[in-house]
């Protein structure tokens, strides 16, 4: 893989400290970092696209920043807790100004629909100076990796300097998504909900479970994976498990 600069900034955040899972991003699936198989994903977007892994600045993430740089990735490493700060500094790092579209991406969403973030982007391109964000509704029915978040550096800037919860800064967008009246926004539907159903990898145990959902996509569809086929595939697993409670 092998990126160019380009318009939109995709920033993927991981980290190799994670309390539940130490070492997840490199960890292997089918033979690959599961970090692989997003970046491939991402790779397929239409829109002129710059993705950059975003990771600390910790000794620990030295080997994921080097699986980056290896790959041709752009990569930036800033602070493990104030991860909005992070977001914005891996913007202004890599050129971003006020109109720039930004693209948040969790490292463990490893189907994220790149479909989705072109429409995504395409809104905020449609309705250029009355929104600032696209985003996914927050809805615990819907299965990870079909959310999008995206917004204009401006309100990822404003965020930064106005957002003062500690929880704010570690999840990124609380603040813009509570401020309605500060940041304009489209919410798009990514999926129908799917109640049970996750497809993130948060535990150890989450590998077997996504190796099962790729072996399925693999037979039946070819990169990039969209929403329906993950959806298919999930329901698959579970007319032969008699039902599943995370992927």
Known sequence: MEWSD?????????????????GKPLAK?????????????????????????????RQRDDRLAGWGWKNRIKVFRGSEDDVLGRYRDAARAFGAEDETPVVRVAGDDIFTDPRLIDAALDLLASFKGRIDCVFTPVDEALPASVYVESYLFSALARAHVEATDPSDREHVTPYIRRNIEKFPRIEIQGAPPCPGIQISIDHPEDLELNKKVLDRLQSFATPPYSVADLLKAMEDIEGEKGGITSV
């Not at 380009?6 to 130490?22: D, E, H, T």
């Not at 997003?38 to 975003?54: D, G, K, M």
Request: glycine share 4%; with cysteine; hydrophobic share 50%.
């Open 29 to 57: 699936l089918k033979g690959r970092p599961i970090l692989w198989y997003l970046f491939h994903q991402l790779s397929f977007c239409r829109n002129e696209v710059t993705p950059i892994l975003a990771t600390t600045d």
């Open 6 to 22: 380009m318009a939109a900034l995709i920033i993927v955040q991981a980290r190799m400290g994670s309390s539940r899972f130490p």
